[in-house]
């Protein structure tokens, strides 16, 4: 059975034809990628470089501590604590940049309405 969106839910999208809102919108999903991008490159440093590239160089340092070399850490369970904590810095992230976007799009709308 398909789903169909209440008038309510209609009356609050967002208008794509209106100016400001498409500008919003390519400037939000330019934001996104830019995030993806810098986190992406965080986590090739640490699962690949610290934890394959570089782990014979990392292994002449102990983790405090314990007894782990580094580099064989990083490969064993580094890369993947800094995964989660990489995904946790793009949800916390993303909720900022979506808060922003949807005061953006309400102030577009309320000027449309002043207009009006």
Not at 40 to 63: E, H, S, T
Not at 80 to 102: G, Q, S, T
Request: with cysteine; hydrophobic share 45%; aromatic share 12%.
């Amino acid at each position: 059975m398909a789903t169909s969106q209440s008038a309510s839910e209609h009356a609050h999208a967002p208008d794509l034809h209106q100016q400001g809102v498409a500008e919003s919108l390519r400037r939000y999903w330019r934001k996104n990628k830019i995030i993806m991008s810098g986190l992406l490159f965080v986590w090739a440093l640490a699962g690949l470089g610290c934890g394959i590239l570089w782990a014979d160089w990392l292994n002449q340092y102990i983790l405090p501590g314990t007894a782990f070399p580094l580099g064989f850490w990083f490969a064993q369970q580094g890369s993947i604590i800094i995964f989660v904590l990489l995904i946790l810095a793009y949800c916390l992230r993303m909720n900022r940049l979506d808060a922003e976007h949807h005061a953006e799009l309400e102030s577009l709308r309320n000027q449309k309405g002043d207009k009006k």
